[in-house]
């Protein structure tokens, strides 16, 4: 397909009609019109082309304004060549040449506009004719005027009359080109715009290849005009292995961009010049403001009148370079070009102007602060202080757009009084670019702060960053050194400094509970938890703690809540709670807050053997804390740590190798902080899964000594007792793990949460002998059956069915092992499925072939009654889509549940993604009805209005454990 024809099949179309017609002797008159770019000239190229292939006469004109004044100029391109106009011409120049007014004698005029029709008629007998004119709006007005008289003679006449017309921009003689347009019948009046996006993909495809990496970039630069299109990708062949640049985005002025389309720029700015003596100024102001524009705005910043930049933007609207809804460029690349044309002194200068003028006008700051960002001087206090205004609300959303504000504002000078403000928002914004390099401006920060207040408020900053990069000592000293020079001058500063400094005492493990006045139901709930007292009186404590107002939303009391709460089993309610707190972290836009919700919320999801969600939330987690260089300390190894668990429980062996290899867990080298416990604890079972048992063993025995030290012996909290028996059991040391196992037993007991005496009770199964695994083993799957802990419950299933299967039950053992590998494959846990098979087989039954996935689990009716309610259909709906009863939809939805361990519909979207479609299913059977869980919108997990966050507390992010 020839390039002139992307996307224009319906106007070729008429073309090709009409060229037919011709041939049979009937005439016609056809305009093409269109924005510059559009095709125009290389259509009537392609129509010429296509008369010539039929054996047509092929005459082509181009009027210009450089022509204008030479009477018949367009008349003499066409016929010039004519044998049969030959002798006309010295005539016609000189009657045409001697009044060139509108009071022509008609008389005089008429004979030699109809001499030269006849010339071309008799032409035309010989042959068919086709007559081009190319921009007839620059048209001389005696050429317009034969025009004019010709098309309303083609009637019987082989010829076509095919011109185009440049949109927008004045004709030599308006009344004539009005006169000559109205002729036209309305279904040969051709309008071309730019190119859909699929012609114009298709355009550069055919241009540049499929291997073109911005294509997409040119053409939302372009518009998808296919002038500046071929330009773009003909004349910068550098840009085809440059990266896609944001629509509009300016350019950073390399040394060739000057260079870049230089004719598209020099036709641009002819076409300026034609339409208004303002058209320059007008246009490179428009992109110098790069909004939606309106004249008073224009007027004041190129220094002309409203009328004046009221009309300079209908032309410019008019002629198509300004979309006429909103005034913003149609093509960003023509806006992009304005730009790089201004000097460079100019341009910031214009950009200083603009922002006066927009605020004046009470335009939005983050507009103003735009053009304060290009200008080249901050002359007066307001723009300073707008700049900062601007980076304290985005410092936490985009901590780098920020920093380039402030750095902006303190290169041309902020007042005095801001000068600390500017700093401490620096300060800010890199805490959320380099957390280490934050720690270091801020500790020279604190040292110069005046004031109690300001004093207690920047000390408690550095000590929150200096816990994050797991230095508690130095975030221990410099609370201290604030204590001491506040002294009791202000006890409310004093106050907040004793959190503080229990906070860091409990996150190093120094803490003692007669240590200070805090909350006293706080203390108590660090005292049991980590005793292991009771887990139902902790659950309790822990709800009053997290009810509004006593605790906000993220601060760290509120995580020692949570964690208690998780640990005495409430893993749903744990699951509401952080699924708020992502939310509440990710508006807030602070990637501390929002790394370590996640990477806390993976934690939970691991309890509950949602395996990819947490690896989701681990990975995260990991990913933005890597981009402030945090991702070793703090949070970064609890986030490690359920990878690598996730990683064990997926039997993805090597994936937990690399992870410890990017990171080893040197228990000499780092404080023992509380989240590298739990990675201690995760590598010490992966060594013992690479065959690394001592070095597995000497990983468990620091972070047993590090607990020992806290105070902590709740097995709940960390089962390193459990992994130390399974190690203890693979160097033949059998009667020192079950000493361990039994241990830990006996502590869940005194705990008194079911998921952990499970847990407990299931180690000591794998390590007994004789009759006892088979009672241990069974009373687990008893406390797991109604608990939310499909993955522990699949553990118990399966040491259950093995010690079945030693006693020999062997029916029940299958049973059993059936059951376990259904949960194992619903959860994507693949080591212990891995596991559970080869068993069965021993046990001399066979897995099912046809459950290898989680969605081969269920029914094929099931499967469509659970896709239709992943997508937010309510059972109402189902049962009429299907044509069966509501108590059918509920049994098929419970029996759904139950086989992949699911609470209810709204955790049905992670197995049936809503772009899949359901498949047919016969008439469902009517079954009795089953209570189902309340319907909840898919993919939304919490289930209760958030609580409000109590304002009136101090916020505090990081959060050790009991």
């Not at 000068?419 to 957390?435: K, P």
């Not at 920060?445 to 994050?468: K, P």
Request: include cysteine; proline fraction near 6%; charge should be neutral.
């Amino acid at each position: 397909m020839p390039l002139e024809l992307f996307g224009r099949s319906e106007e070729s179309k008429i073309i090709t009609e009409l060229l037919d017609s011709v041939r049979v002797g009937a005439g016609a008159v056809a305009l093409v019109e269109g924005i510059i770019g559009t095709g125009k000239t290389s259509f009537l190229r392609w129509a010429g082309e296509t008369a010539r292939e039929q054996g047509m006469i092929v005459l082509s004109a181009t009027a210009s304004l450089t022509e204008q004044r030479f009477p018949l100029g367009v008349v003499h391109q066409l016929l010039g060549t004519l044998p049969e106009a030959a002798g006309d011409w010295q005539r016609a120049f000189s009657l045409c040449g001697a009044s060139r007014g509108d009071d022509e004698p008609a008389e005089r005029v008429y004979p030699l506009l109809a001499e030269l029709c006849a010339c071309l008629g008799r032409a035309a007998q010989r042959t068919p004719i086709l007559l081009t004119v190319d921009c007839v709006q620059h048209a001389d007005r005696q050429s317009l005027l034969w025009l004019g008289f010709l098309s309303r003679r083609l009637e019987n006449l082989p010829v076509l009359l095919l011109v185009t017309k440049r949109r927008g921009e004045a004709a030599t003689d308006q009344h004539l080109l009005v006169e000559f347009m109205e002729g036209i019948r309305p279904d040969r009046y051709i309008h071309l715009h730019d190119l859909n996006p699929s012609a114009a993909l298709d355009l550069a495809a055919e241009l540049c290849g499929h291997e073109h990496h911005s294509v997409d970039t040119l053409i939302a630069d372009s518009g998808g005009n296919p002038y500046l299109l071929t330009e773009q990708i003909r004349t910068v062949p550098a840009a085809r292995t440059a990266p896609p640049r944001p629509i509009g985005a300016r350019p950073a002025d390399p040394p060739d961009e000057r260079l870049r389309l230089q004719s598209v720029k020099e036709r641009i700015l002819c076409m300026l010049r034609r339409l208004d003596p303002n058209g320059i100024e007008v246009a490179r102001c428009a992109s110098i403001l790069g909004t939606a524009l309106d004249a008073p705005l224009l007027a004041d910043l190129c220094g002309v009148s409203t009328e004046d930049a009221c009309r300079c933007l209908t032309r410019l609207t008019e002629s198509g370079l300004l979309c006429p809804h909103d005034l913003k460029f149609r093509h960003p690349v023509l806006a992009e070009l304005l730009y790089q044309d201004i000097p460079c002194a100019e341009r910031a200068e214009l950009h200083r102007l603009a922002a006066r003028c927009l605020k004046r006008r009470g335009a939005p700051c983050e507009d103003i602060a735009g053009h304060l960002l290009r200008s080249h001087r901050l002359d007066e206090p307001w723009m300073a202080r707008l700049l900062l205004d601007i980076a304290h609300g985005m410092v936490g959303l985009d901590p780098a757009g920020a920093r380039h504000l402030i750095e902006k504002a303190v290169l041309h000078g902020v007042p005095t009084e801001l000068a600390a403000r500017a700093e401490d928002l620096r300060i800010q914004a890199l805490t959320g670019l380099d957390l280490p390099a934050s720690a270091r401006a801020l500790t020279g920060h604190v040292a110069i702060a005046s004031g109690s207040a300001e004093r207690t408020r920047q000390a408690l900053r550095l000590s929150d960053i200096l816990l994050r990069l797991d230095e508690p000592a130095r975030a221990r000293q410099v609370l201290e050194d604030a204590q001491r020079e506040i002294g009791g001058r202000d006890p409310s500063a004093a106050a907040r400094l004793h959190r503080g400094l229990t906070h860091v005492r409990i996150h190093e493990g120094t803490y003692q509970p007669w240590d200070g006045d805090e909350d006293r139901l706080a203390r108590v709930l660090l005292l049991r938890t980590a005793a292991g007292d009771s887990a139902p009186a902790v659950r309790r404590i822990a709800h009053r703690i997290l009810s509004v107002p006593r605790a906000p939303y993220g601060s760290t009391t509120w995580y020692h809540a949570l964690l208690a709460l998780l640990w005495a089993g409430d893993v749903e309610e744990v699951q509401r709670h952080l699924d708020t707190e992502v939310r509440l972290a990710r508006a807030e836009g602070t990637v501390t807050r929002i790394a370590e919700a996640l990477a806390v919320r993976g934690l939970v999801q691991l309890h509950r053997g949602l395996l990819t969600e947490a690896e989701e939330d681990a990975r995260h987690a990991m990913d933005l804390l890597t981009g402030i260089g945090a991702d070793r300390y703090h949070t970064g190894a609890l986030a490690r740590s359920v990878l690598i668990d996730a990683a064990l429980e997926k039997d993805d062996i090597a994936g937990a190798g690399a992870l410890l290899d990017e990171a080893p867990p040197l228990p000499g080298d780092q404080p023992g902080t509380w989240w590298r416990l739990h990675l201690l604890h995760s590598a010490g079972r992966a060594l013992g899964r690479l065959g690394e048992t001592q070095r597995g063993l000497a990983l468990i025995a620091h972070c047993a000594a590090e607990l020992k030290r806290r105070g902590v012996v709740n097995p709940a909290i960390l089962p390193w007792r459990s992994t130390l028996a399974t190690l203890r059991m693979a160097l033949g040391d059998v009667a020192d793990a079950r000493r361990i196992a039994q241990e830990e037993a006996d502590l869940a007991r005194r705990w008194n949460a079911p998921f952990a005496l499970a847990r407990a009770l299931v180690t000591q199964a794998a390590v007994g002998s004789g009759r006892e695994p088979l009672r241990l083993a069974s009373q687990a799957v008893e406390l797991l059956e109604p608990a939310s802990m499909p993955l522990q419950f699949a553990h118990a299933l399966y040491t259950a069915g093995c010690a079945h299967c030693q006693s020999g039950k062997v029916g029940r053992a299958r049973e059993l092992l059936h059951r376990a590998n259904e949960v194992g494959i619903s959860l994507g846990a693949d080591g212990l499925v891995k596991a559970v098979q080869r068993e069965l087989r021993g046990a001399g039954g066979r897995p099912d072939p046809r459950k290898d996935s989680t969605q081969s689990l269920l029914t094929p009716t099931e499967r469509q009654v659970s896709a239709l309610a992943s997508r937010g259909m309510s059972n109402r709906s189902i049962a009429q889509q299907l044509k069966v009863s509501l108590r059918n939809v509920e049994s098929h939805l419970t029996h759904s549940y139950r086989k992949l361990r699911i609470s209810g519909r709204h955790e049905l979207a992670r197995y049936f993604p809503s772009e899949e479609e359901p498949r047919s299913a016969p008439v469902l059977p009517h079954r009795g009805r089953t209570d189902e869980p309340p319907a909840r919108h898919p993919g939304l997990r919490v289930a209760r209005p958030a609580p409000q966050l109590y304002r009136g507390q101090e916020r505090r992010d990081s959060h050790p454990a009991a």
